[in-house]
């Protein structure tokens, strides 16, 4: 009898142990997930309320960050920042960007993130809108997670139909 019972009692054990490992593990990486998806949610709200000082602490640092957008790549956050982003954020003007449909995933000190993305902003004498796919990468650096790659992509626009020749 006590062998039957030492034996469902190490079962036990066994099972509940590894049970609050488990728990322990998800809840770790899920509260990295959320950690990067906030990072991923501040920098809409920063660029679409022109806050340069908040994207400045959620975006890496350093000369190897690289953001593609519309076919074009910039690399470093300063120089993306500086001769990209300030100037296209002082343009517009009643700006909305959001992301939907996240989902972060993270390996250690890296994570990605996958959305989509909806931008409209009065610009000059007329109203932008734009939507479509992003992916950003994230490294832990510092204890904080912070963006060292960005990528946006819109659908392509159909083509124009072919105007009829004028008739002389």
Same mark, same amino acid.
């Given at each position: 009898?006590?062998?039957?019972?030492?034996?469902?009692?190490?079962?036990?054990?066994?099972?509940?142990?590894?049970?609050?490992?488990?728990?322990?593990?998800?809840?770790?990486?899920?509260?990295?997930?959320?950690?990067?998806?906030?990072?991923?949610?501040?920098?809409?709200?920063?660029?679409?309320?022109?806050?340069?000082?908040?994207?400045?602490?959620?975006? /890496? $640092?350093?000369?190897?960050?690289? @953001?593609?957008?519309? +076919?074009? =790549?910039?690399?470093?956050?300063? #120089?993306?920042?500086?001769?990209?982003?300030?100037?296209?954020?002082?343009?517009?003007?009643?700006?909305?960007?959001?992301?939907?449909?996240?989902?972060?995933?993270?390996?250690?000190?890296?994570?990605?993130?996958?959305?989509?993305?909806?931008?409209? /902003? $009065?610009?000059?004498?007329?109203? @932008?809108?734009?939507? +479509?796919? =992003?992916?950003?990468?994230?490294? #832990?650096?510092?204890?904080?997670?912070?963006?060292?790659?960005?990528?946006?992509?819109?659908?392509?626009?159909?083509?124009?139909?072919?105007?009829?020749?004028?008739?002389?």
């Amino acid at each position: 009898m006590m062998t039957r019972k030492l034996f469902f009692s190490t079962a036990f054990a066994a099972v509940f142990g590894t049970l609050v490992f488990g728990l322990t593990t998800v809840s770790a990486q899920t509260d990295d997930e959320s950690a990067v998806v906030a990072v991923i949610r501040q920098n809409a709200t920063a660029f679409a309320a022109n806050d340069v000082a908040t994207m400045d602490k959620i975006w /890496a $640092d350093s000369e190897d960050v690289i @953001v593609f957008e519309s +076919g074009y =790549a910039d690399h470093g956050w300063k #120089k993306y920042r500086d001769h990209h982003l300030v100037p296209e954020m002082k343009e517009f003007s009643n700006t909305k960007y959001e992301y939907t449909d996240i989902k972060a995933k993270v390996s250690g000190g890296l994570a990605y993130a996958t959305m989509k993305y909806s931008l409209s /902003a $009065d610009v000059k004498n007329r109203r @932008v809108e734009s939507a +479509g796919l =992003a992916t950003a990468v994230l490294e #832990k650096r510092g204890g904080g997670w912070k963006i060292v790659h960005f990528h946006t992509s819109a659908p392509r626009r159909a083509p124009q139909p072919a105007q009829p020749a004028p008739k002389n």
